[in-house]
């Protein structure tokens, strides 16, 4: 999503509170809950979980380790709901023509560098590249080439956005006419 007049152009950059996120959040949650069920109730001896009677799991070794995945699967879960709770990778991108200055601004984790908002000059950009590796796929990407060779290239661009080449030269032509600068095709 993005708004643009004449001097400002804003895109809105969503984080990590996708759909395909909440769904592998809750099915890791389902999952990991079903084995920590099934590892308790072989320790315990008694069918916590209807569909699997616990005189078949033995609680050592089988049922350690279902308890071990569960408790693994309940904390990688819980990492991905606070990501998705505090929203992290999501931001904007401002490109303002008038005075001259591209904001970056994202949510990252809780802490000291929660936000991150980056102030640079539209004179330094030296052009727009996109870029098309081939590893098993090709993935496109699109990323500002500064005129300092001491900064490498910035990705404007996610690598999981699944944008289609065309998508991706329609918006770098269109960033490019706007920023007044050249497009390189790598």
């Given amino acids: 999503m993005s708004w643009r007049s004449e001097r400002i152009w804003i895109e809105l950059i969503t984080g990590s509170r996708k759909t395909s996120n909440?769904?592998?959040?809750f099915i890791l949650f389902l999952g990991s809950l079903g084995f920590l069920l099934v590892g308790t109730s072989s320790y315990l001896g008694r069918n916590l979980i209807s569909l699997f009677p616990?005189?078949?799991i033995i609680f050592?070794?089988?049922?350690i380790v279902m308890s071990f995945y569960g408790i693994a699967g309940l904390f990688i879960s819980s990492y991905l709901w606070c990501t998705i709770l505090w929203n992290?990778?999501?931001g904007y991108d401002r490109f303002d023509r008038k005075e001259g200055i591209v904001c970056i601004f994202r949510w990252?984790?809780?802490g000291k560098n929660r936000r991150i908002f980056l102030r640079l000059l539209m004179k330094d950009?030296?052009?727009i590249r996109i870029a098309?590796?081939?590893i098993f796929m090709p993935v496109v990407s699109l990323s500002f080439i500064w005129k300092s060779e001491a900064r490498g290239p910035f990705p404007l661009t996610r690598t999981d956005e699944n944008l289609t080449p065309?998508?991706?030269e329609q918006k770098a032509a269109e960033l490019a006419y706007f920023l007044r600068v050249p497009i390189e095709v790598f």
Avoid: D, L, N, T
């Fill in 22 to 25: 909440f769904c592998w959040a």
């Fill in 125 to 127: 950009i030296q052009s």
């Fill in 108 to 110: 990252g984790f809780p």
């Fill in 60 to 63: 050592f070794p089988q049922g």
């Fill in 88 to 90: 992290v990778g999501s």
């Fill in 132 to 134: 098309v590796k081939r």
């Fill in 54 to 56: 616990s005189q078949q």
């Fill in 166 to 168: 065309r998508e991706i």
